[in-house]
């Protein structure tokens, strides 16, 4: 017999897991399996026209193994306690997670995919790897409702202190506390490829070393080589640009 908690519970996940209309408040008619997939496969550049059959048939044939893995957040009620969006806000953002992944998850090659799509002059991946990794909290491979909705509620409407240590988690590549040289310059790499060798201004050849010293120069307070969250916390807080970047996405949605 379940428990009131569990009922609850499970009555929660189906709200959520139930599409959502925003204007009317009203679920409407549930699209097919067919449909959802066709969405989430126009998503893949590997499915779309031009594609070789054989990709395009193997995509379809996964369609049994995609909708054998169904995972189900946990209730609506937790999720409002755990982060600083609405119901609503939570069950148009499922709606919108839902269509881009029918599963319920998403692997780190999907995420790297879809990611791909927003910056087509250059190459993503790697800092779409970073990305995911500091979505995949339970370092677990993939990235449930969760993840995604908990790290997004720190974005875009967290306290200055959470975004600044969320951006310190996503520099330290290797969660051992500090970030190295090495880390940033991976990720500054990462982030001049992702925008492409065509941008305006161009870049010089220089552009991610010179910009690993300057972060260095004034985040490294005792000159010992690594940045702790400390010293990171203290110089950004005292830094009115950055500053005025972590508000840049206060009323996204």
Not at 28 to 48: N, W
Not at 55 to 82: F, H, K
Not at 95 to 100: L, S
Request: aromatic share 10%; proline share 4%.
């Amino acid at each position: 017999m379940k428990s009131r908690s569990q009922e609850q519970s499970l009555s929660d996940s189906r709200e959520l897991d139930r599409s959502y209309d925003p204007l009317t408040g009203n679920p409407p008619s549930k699209p097919t399996k067919k449909t959802i997939k066709q969405r989430f496969l126009k998503l893949l550049p590997c499915c779309r026209s031009g594609s070789s059959p054989s990709v395009n048939q193997r995509s379809i044939a996964d369609d049994g193994e995609l909708s054998t893995v169904c995972y189900r957040p946990e209730g609506i009620d937790r999720l409002v306690e755990q982060t600083n969006f609405s119901k609503k806000e939570l069950k148009v953002l499922y709606r919108g997670f839902k269509n881009e992944c029918p599963s319920g998850v998403v692997n780190e090659e999907t995420f790297k995919n879809i990611y791909s799509q927003f910056f087509p002059q250059g190459d993503s991946s790697m800092y779409a790897h970073f990305l995911f990794e500091a979505f995949d909290t339970q370092n677990n491979g993939t990235v449930n409702f969760e993840d995604f909705v908990v790290s997004l509620s720190i974005i875009l409407r967290g306290s200055i202190t959470d975004k600044l240590n969320w951006a310190f988690n996503l520099y330290d590549l290797n969660k051992d506390g500090c970030i190295t040289r090495e880390e940033m310059t991976d990720i500054m790499h990462s982030i001049y490829d992702m925008m492409g060798k065509y941008t305006y201004p161009n870049m010089k050849d220089s552009a991610a070393k010179d910009h690993v010293d300057s972060f260095f120069q004034k985040m490294d307070r005792n000159n010992d080589g690594v940045v702790t969250i400390e010293e990171f916390l203290e110089t950004c807080q005292k830094d009115d640009n950055i500053m005025q970047s972590m508000h840049m996405f206060d009323n996204v949605i």
